[in-house]
């Protein structure tokens, strides 16, 4: 459907009716102008302030209302803008500090170097004055020389004494060294013969604990055993007491059977006594009869009795006889599951045998793997640094020609064709040191050797205008003149027997001074170690390289690191021709291979050394496993030994019972008891036979007196057979008293034979136990005697040590010795050389003296470039050498060379001041960026106090006035209510938000959330209604 508009009647389009209302003020994009439900209902459940930015609390609402969160975005660009300009400023801080801090730690430097600069021109004037003083007096340098030359043969004697005393030294050291040595390996040998001794102990000690175990296990059986035939006996005894106490019942009953049984008779008697006359013949037959018949059944029972005792008897004779057969056949089945066990046992043992033996083997080959690779290993390696020298050698050779050829060919040439004079060449070709210094001088000499040797410094300035004039090339030149200054220190000797690099170059006398610049007092060492101990002296430092070419400088800093130093070629660099550079190429190559190849046979030690170390672990686990089998398997041989003992006696005894079981004893039981049998079977017979005719006349005296006597007899009969049965009963109990008092008697017996073996075992576990506590006293007096000796061994150890460390010592100071020998050797060639040469050098010492003139020039024109602090004073820069005389010589030779060691010791970083100069430029360049920098920050920061300002006082401004107007409107509505709201932080509205106070009428102060629905709707409506009407809208829609 269609919407359809109208103005004033007339029909309009929705363009021109939001126009009109937008010319009078209506908000339509907010759409102020309704006051909707859920709006007044939103309200009362608004927070005081939105948890998130995309909800709404009472604090957004207001600021909608209002008009201040316009400010939010700009409030947070400008917190943005402000952060980002901070953090610049922060950043740019911190490359102030940095470049002040860099600044400042160049400080001392830069005044080192000054201090140093000072120091050389003031060795400078002093030298102008030596060298006019030495002009003067040249014949008095000829003396001084010829003095000197005396001095050193008197030392070099000296010194060839001290060389034979250290050759005696070092030969007894070595002698001392063997007969310890000879000490040591015989204790090695008494500390092993002592291992095996414990050992052996150790083997013993867990047999004895086997053994110990053992017989507590036999002790705890027969102790079973013994218990089990205790309650045994007390069961017979218990058994003794109930048949005694049954017999005695029997007994004390049997009396009032017997008389009942007497009364009935008398019964019997007294009918029969009425009818005696009719019975008199029958009864007389009877009492016959009965009179015959009780002899013989007594008799009956008497051999019953008998019977019954005769074959108790024999079963326990038989029981006896079949003990040991029994005990054999126990003893028997113990040995055949001591067997059984016995094979498992050695079964498992000869397997475990096999495990150790298979990984024994297998850690051999494994080890044997592991030095063959780790030996080639070795070789390669050493392959590798004797080809990585050859290639290092050759490419510096390469470089060098490559660099230098041009330069040196072209001044070669222009002094041949006389447009150049006074060159000498390169350092490094004028002269030449020992194979195994090469890479030392090469590290401590760094690129002086390439540096090109002149006289004077008018030729080297010849030099390098020719060489700009043709445009050859570069060069650094060493002027022989200005270094002459050097040759009072090229003459120092080395504290502690050191030996100077310096010392040990072959060169002609000339280029002395040239090389002591090079290389200076640096001290020569064999490796890093010795290195560090010769550098870092109790009173001073060195300047030291080692072999490998490490170099460790006085100030504590040291070059080096994985690759070898560059070889120095001293006398060696030749430019390479075209074979020499296919060489060069092979041999890299090769060393390239040789490198990978080494790389991969080092990737295959790990997996061998685990294959080791697990292989170890193995035999180790197997080894100990089958000590315990083995020790276990000895057990139960002496088990089996012990029963194989017994045996023969066993079955003795077993063939003695079964030969016994036919003996007399037995034969004459059975017989009786054959005979009883036939004798009891021939009684029953007679007394049968009597009971029969008895029976059958007292049949007819019952016939003839009638149902009464009948009755009478009945009960005479039935007392007699309980008579009979008691009598029977107390027989039977009498029988079974016997055999328990027999068994009692037997049990008895075999528990004082059980108790005897009982005290056996305890003696035998005893004797086992003391000789178990024997044992550990003689092993604890083995490991006593192993531990003294392992610490004897560990002493003479450390003896040995001391004894090598003293060989080495010796061989060291041996060495040094012979090298000091023939360093004042040295030193007397260079004095005979400076005596030949004491006229040439007059001439020298004039044009040094010009030269250190020109010197102090150069050094004046240094010193004023660099700024002083404010309380120095102008040193004076110059010298007026004609005022010394030869008077003062010796002040000033001491002076130059205190003022030279105080230089050397200086040591100090000439181009630190150039960096100080650099960085005092950078420290402004990076102050000025800082000040800009600030600024920024600056009007960062006001701009966005300025917003969040102008947002907290136009909130203010319409708080209060909707908090009025809410009010004003409440109390309106209400009639005596009121409302306001409340900041929940005065001081920063925005950070925690508004709180809608209400209070209805005749109510206190609430939350609108704690209010009825009413009620918070009418709080609500009057809070919309008054915010509507500030916004002063044309017309509200509700």
Known sequence: SASTYYLNAAPSSFADVTALLRAHGVDLENNRFLILQGEVEQIAMMAPKAPTSHDTGLLEYLEDIIGTNRYVDGIAAAGEALLVASEVRASVLNRVKIVEREKVALEDSKNDAVAFLKTKKKIADKKAALFQAHVEDAEESLRVLAEKKEAKAADMLAKQAELDALEEQMKGSEAQYKDKKSEFDELAKGLEKCKAEFLAFERKDIKLQEDIKHLAANKKKTSGALEKEMRKSEQILADIEKVTAEKDVLDSQFAPVTQKLQKAEEKVNAIMNEVHGSTQVIRSQVEEKQKSLLPLTERVNTVESALELLKSELALSEKKLQAPQQELTAAQEKLSSLKEEHARASQECGRLQGLVKTEKDRVSSTTADHKKLV???????????????????????????????????????AQSNGELSGIHGRLGDLGSIDDKFDRAIGAAAGGSLNNIVVDTAENAQKCVEYLKKHDVGRSTFIILQKLEYLRSQMKENPAGGATRLFDLIQMDSRY???????????????????????????????????????????????????????????????????????????????????????????????????????????????????????????????????????????????????????????????????????????????????????????????????????????????????????????????????????????????????????????????RTKDEYKQLEKTAEGVLTEFKDMEGRHEEKSSEIKELQKTFEAARKSLSKARGSAQEFKNQIDDINRAIDEAARKKEGYQSALQESQQEIDSLVDIIVKVPHNGDESGDDMTVDAESHTRSNKPSLEKEIERLEREAQSMRPNLQAIDDYLIKEEEFSSRFKELEEETEKRDAARKEHDSLVKQRHEEFMDGFTTITKKLKEMYQMITQGGDAELELVDSLDPFSEGVIFSVRPPKKSWKNISNLSGGEKTLSSLALVGRTKRILSEAFFLT
Do not use: W
């Not at 020298?389 to 490559?402: C, F």
């Not at 010769?534 to 006085?554: C, K």
């Open 512 to 766: 002395g001074p040239a090389f002591f610049y090079a290389v200076g007092n640096t001290l020569v060492a064999g490796n890093l170690e010795d290195g560090r101990r010769l550098a870092f002296q109790p009173t001073r430092r060195n300047r030291v390289v080692t072999l490998m070419g490490e170099l460790i400088d006085t100030s504590g800093a040291m070059t080096g690191g994985g690759g070898a130093a560059p070889a120095g070629g001293l006398g060696k660099n030749v430019p390479l021709d075209q074979s020499g550079r296919k060489e060069l190429a092979k041999n890299e190559k090769l060393l390239e291979e040789l490198q990978q190849s080494i790389q991969c046979m080092k990737n295959q030690l790990p997996g061998l050394e685990a294959a080791m170390n697990q292989g170890l672990e193995t035999v180790d686990l197997h080894a100990s496993e089958l000590k315990r089998k083995s020790l276990a398997l000895d057990s139960l041989a002496s088990q089996i030994a012990d029963i194989r003992s017994q045996l023969p006696s066993l079955q003795a005894a077993a063939t003695s019972a079964g030969k016994n079981s036919n003996n007399t004893q037995l034969k004459e039981l059975s017989k009786k008891i054959q005979l009883k049998d036939s004798e009891l079977s021939k009684a029953k017979s007679a007394c049968e036979g009597l009971q029969a005719e008895v029976a059958a006349l007292q049949e007819q005296i019952l016939e003839v007196g009638g149902a009464k006597l009948k009755k009478a007899k009945a009960g005479a009969a039935a007392m007699k057979d309980e008579v009979d049965l008691m009598t029977h009963s107390i027989d039977k109990c009498s029988l079974k008293l016997a055999s328990l008092q027999a068994s009692a008697k037997k049990s008895t017996e075999l528990r004082r034979n059980l108790e005897t073996e009982i005290q056996q075992h305890e003696t035998d576990l005893k």
């Open 375 to 413: 030996e080639e290993i070795r070789l390669r390696t050493a392959e590798a640094m004797e080809l990585r020298g050859k290639v290092e050698e050759a490419r510096t050779s390469s470089d060098v020609s490559q660099s230098r050829g041009a330069v040196e060919k072209a001044l070669s040439k």
